[in-house]
């Protein structure tokens, strides 16, 4: 299994960016996908995760209202939409594939999050 994210950038605060995990090796729908982000000199922490097919949409408290997370079956990709994007917002963003239950359990954020499959990350700057 591969994941490689896409479309970070730097952007000024209130912008808007669309980052993008595409999967090689899996099926995207068949899994939990979850969006992470890690700060330097933070923990790598849950952003955004989507699962059963994309019906169901889990997000973080800071996330709502901000950030869109949607998919494509037929590009087997998984999207964050990210707006009114703020200084804090500065991170590395990482997608991975989450064991299905601990999306249903709502777990996915939580410790263990080490044993997912990664991909190589991109880099969001907000200024």
């Known amino acids: 299994v591969q994941l490689v994210e896409s479309g970070g950038g730097s952007v000024q605060t209130g912008g808007s960016l669309r980052l993008s995990c595409v999967a090689s090796?899996?099926?995207?729908?068949?899994?939990?996908v979850g969006w992470f982000r890690q700060a330097p000199g933070k923990e790598r922490e849950g952003v955004a995760a989507?699962?059963?097919?994309?019906?169901?949409?889990l997000y973080r408290e800071f996330a709502k209202g901000r950030f869109t997370v949607s998919q494509d079956f037929a590009k087997n990709t998984v999207y964050l939409q990210m707006n009114n994007l703020q200084p804090e917002d500065t991170a590395m963003y990482y997608c991975?594939?989450?064991?299905?239950?601990?999306?249903?359990?709502?777990?996915?954020?939580?410790?263990?999050?080490?044993?997912?499959?990664w991909g190589q990350g991109t880099q969001v700057t907000v200024s």
């Open positions: 991975a594939t989450v064991p299905k239950l601990r999306c249903i359990a709502r777990t996915w954020s939580g410790p263990g999050y080490e044993s997912y499959t």
């Open positions: 989507l699962y059963r097919g994309g019906g169901d949409r």
């Open positions: 090796g899996t099926t995207l729908s068949n899994n939990c």
